[in-house]
């Protein structure tokens, strides 16, 4: 396959789904910078006009499970990517399970069968949600997928959807095993990880935070910016360089404890305290692995992090302090 078509005018437009939430706010930003505001059509089922990403370019109202709808924004719009972020995450799937199948799987399928018809070119993120307690501490990139939420299914079921889409149909589909993605933009979207992002606002906000996991739980995690960085170097790669793994790469940010992140972030704020009452979503992180091993991403398209633990710490509070 040649390598993935540029952008050089209106009518390849990128389209962008779940574009108001936390990957979204600043996937848009990043891609309207890239190929300017016109080019980048945001869409979401929320209805929020003062949102930035929707004062700042095209915006659409539009449902991954409607399909006749979303085929219709692809024509009218005349969309050759879409960057696919519409879904449901972990600690909001188990509350709601049958929400998160209809979204995480049924927006896929609608994704994916408009990619089909229409010959487009598809993004769709998965996530260390897709291991499950079998899972090596350090895992690697081909394991078991056995994870033990509604959510983490959701995942494995739509990595194997895009690699049957790929080898089937020809259909260019690349997605990465997203970490707990840390970022001060735009407010979490309930999932595990969320702690690592909340105990920034209640250290500056309260100088306390009351943690859902235990001081002792690692996880992997990621500084929105690696994050937004490795999705675009990860669709400008060349389709020929990328194997199986295409549809779900693991990616390394770092990895630490919700102890050490609250040591970090003392260190920075004296007088800062936070104790550890875990609740349900303890369940969920024990269920992942510690780390992740991102040899095949590094091989395949150069995958490197740039912010470790205190990298990311300095950038949360100079970002929400500014």
């Given at each position: 396959m040649a390598d993935p078509p540029g952008l050089k005018k209106l009518g390849e437009r990128i389209?962008?789904?779940?574009?108001?939430?936390?990957?979204?706010?600043?996937?848009?930003?990043?891609?309207?910078?890239?190929?300017?505001?016109?080019?980048?059509?945001?869409?979401?089922?929320?209805?929020?006009?003062?949102?930035?990403?929707?004062?700042?370019?095209?915006?659409?109202?539009?449902?991954?499970?409607?399909?006749?709808?979303?085929?219709?924004?692809?024509?009218?719009?005349?969309?050759?990517?879409?960057?696919?972020?519409?879904?449901?995450?972990?600690?909001?799937?188990?509350?709601?399970?049958?929400?998160?199948?209809?979204?995480?799987?049924?927006?896929?399928?609608?994704?994916?069968?408009?990619?089909?018809?229409?010959?487009?070119?598809?993004?769709?993120?998965?996530?260390?949600?897709?291991?499950?307690?079998?899972?090596?501490?350090?895992?690697?990139?081909?394991?078991?997928?056995?994870?033990?939420?509604?959510?983490?299914?959701?995942?494995?079921?739509?990595?194997?959807?895009?690699?049957?889409?790929?080898?089937?149909?020809?259909?260019?589909?690349?997605?990465?095993?997203?970490?707990?993605?840390?970022?001060?933009?735009?407010?979490?979207?309930?999932?595990?990880?969320?702690?690592?992002?909340?105990?920034f606002h209640s250290a500056l906000a309260a100088g306390h935070f009351d943690c859902f996991v235990r001081a002792d739980t690692r996880l992997p995690m990621m500084y929105m910016d690696d994050a937004i960085r490795a999705t675009l170097e990860l669709m400008d790669a060349p389709a020929d360089s990328l194997g199986d793994a295409r549809v779900g790469y693991n990616i390394r940010g770092d990895s630490f404890t919700a102890g050490e992140l609250a040591d970090a972030i003392s260190a920075r704020m004296p007088g800062f305290t936070c104790d550890f009452v875990p609740d349900v979503r303890q369940e969920y992180a024990d269920s992942w692995p510690d780390d992740v091993d991102d040899s095949v991403a590094v091989a395949e398209w150069g995958w490197k992090a740039e912010f470790g633990l205190d990298a990311i710490c300095d950038a949360m509070l100079r970002g929400m302090k500014s």
């Open positions: 389209l962008v789904t779940g574009a108001l939430g936390q990957i979204g706010t600043e996937l848009v930003e990043a891609l309207r910078a890239k190929y300017g505001p016109d080019a980048v059509v945001a869409s979401d089922l929320r209805e929020m006009p003062d949102h930035p990403v929707v004062r700042s370019g095209p915006f659409r109202h539009l449902s991954v499970i409607d399909a006749d709808g979303f085929d219709s924004v692809v024509v009218e719009e005349g969309i050759a990517v879409v960057y696919h972020l519409a879904a449901i995450l972990s600690a909001t799937g188990e509350r709601l399970p049958e929400l998160a199948e209809r979204i995480n799987v049924g927006g896929m399928v609608t994704v994916l069968e408009a990619a089909r018809k229409h010959g487009l070119r598809v993004y769709a993120p998965s996530s260390i949600a897709v291991f499950g307690p079998d899972a090596p501490d350090v895992a690697p990139q081909v394991t078991a997928l056995n994870p033990t939420t509604v959510y983490g299914r959701t995942k494995v079921t739509g990595e194997r959807l895009a690699l049957n889409y790929w080898k089937q149909y020809g259909v260019d589909v690349r997605g990465i095993r997203y970490p707990g993605l840390i970022s001060w933009k735009a407010p979490a979207g309930g999932g595990t990880t969320d702690y690592a992002v909340d105990i």
